[in-house]
């Protein structure tokens, strides 16, 4: 008989929730259930009501959650928020990008015996760095922070880091498939725009800031990227550069600082300032349509040679999507 694992989204930024459902994939399959994405609404809080959270918390230590999986219980008192790329329309935004993992239905799974997942479920309950080649996307199953990918960073990890991405990407390329007028734009724009050297730059600014602002992480300029950008054309002078963002002041910058180089950028919406408080898919913007527009640039990004990005989940997902980029990580050349 069938088991079923439903993966449901949560109100955040599109890679955040593709990732999660590619660590689902692989944890249906590890544990015999069939993986279904409906991407429904989820859970604000993934930690409310879940056994040792609290003390987990306090204590600065995973392991007091215990190792059951971490499925939504809709009997619980738990804040549940639609995607942000779901519209009135659209209940299923997977459906607006992605075609279906396999032949069965959402309510298929509904009436046979499932679970629901609305968060990652791979991995350890430890914190231990040493164990970071054993661990899937996330690093522990607690606070769900950082994704493993930007950890082989710290030690240059080259070697161990090309091995992660072509783990991850095994399921990508088995169970995903862009929709094929999404795929059909990717086409045409690299066919018209890409020449064989491509540098593609993912600037992220908007919100990421708050980050900075409580310590999860060190303030990126725009000087940053630029400075980055400027050691890998050493090496590529003629090379194209392909910038992706959330805010057009960064892609001017780059216009006006790299004038001998040739500049493709894919027409999206975006915010005006590298500092807007609010990002695109937190904005009146949102909906299926920034979905698809973040998705066009995710893989437009990763269709470069090189890849200069900081801590983001598309750029995460553009690196998984080609394990074979290299990479310039810019919080390690803060200073250079």
Known sequence: MNKFLIIDSRPYGLFSIFLHTIDNIKWAEDNGYIPIVRWGPGRTDVNN??????????????????????????????????????????????????????????????????????TFQVGFHDLDIKSLENKFLIYNLHSYTPLTTWLYFLDGKTILFKKHRQVVGHYIKKYVKVKSEIQNKINNFTNKHYTDDMIGVHIRGTDKKTES????????????????????????????????????????????????????????????????????????????????????????????????????????????????????????????
């Open 49 to 118: 009501s879940r056994p040792g959270a609290k003390e987990a918390t306090a204590k600065g230590n995973p392991k007091y959650v215990g190792d059951k999986p971490n499925f939504l219980n809709l009997n619980a008192n738990n804040e549940l928020k639609s995607s942000l790329y779901s519209s009135a329309e659209v209940k299923n935004p997977w459906q607006c990008y992605f075609e279906p993992l396999n032949e069965f239905s959402v309510d298929e799974a509904l009436t046979s015996e499932h679970e629901i997942s609305d």
């Open 213 to 336: 602002s409580i310590g999860q992480r060190p303030f990126i300029t725009i000087e940053n990227y630029l400075k980055c950008i400027e050691v890998a054309l050493e090496d590529k002078p003629n090379a194209t550069l392909f910038i992706a963002s959330d805010n057009n002041e960064a892609i001017k910058q780059i216009f006006l600082n790299f004038k001998k180089n040739k500049k493709v950028v894919y027409n999206c919406t975006r915010m005006q300032s590298y500092t807007s408080a609010t990002p695109v898919h937190l904005s009146s913007f949102a909906g299926p349509k920034a979905g698809e527009e973040a998705l066009i640039d995710c893989m437009l990004l990763s269709k470069c040679n090189h890849i200069i990005c900081t801590d983001s989940n598309l750029s995460a997902a553009a690196l998984y999507f080609n394990p074979d980029a290299s990479c310039t990580f810019v919080n390690n050349h803060l200073r250079d």
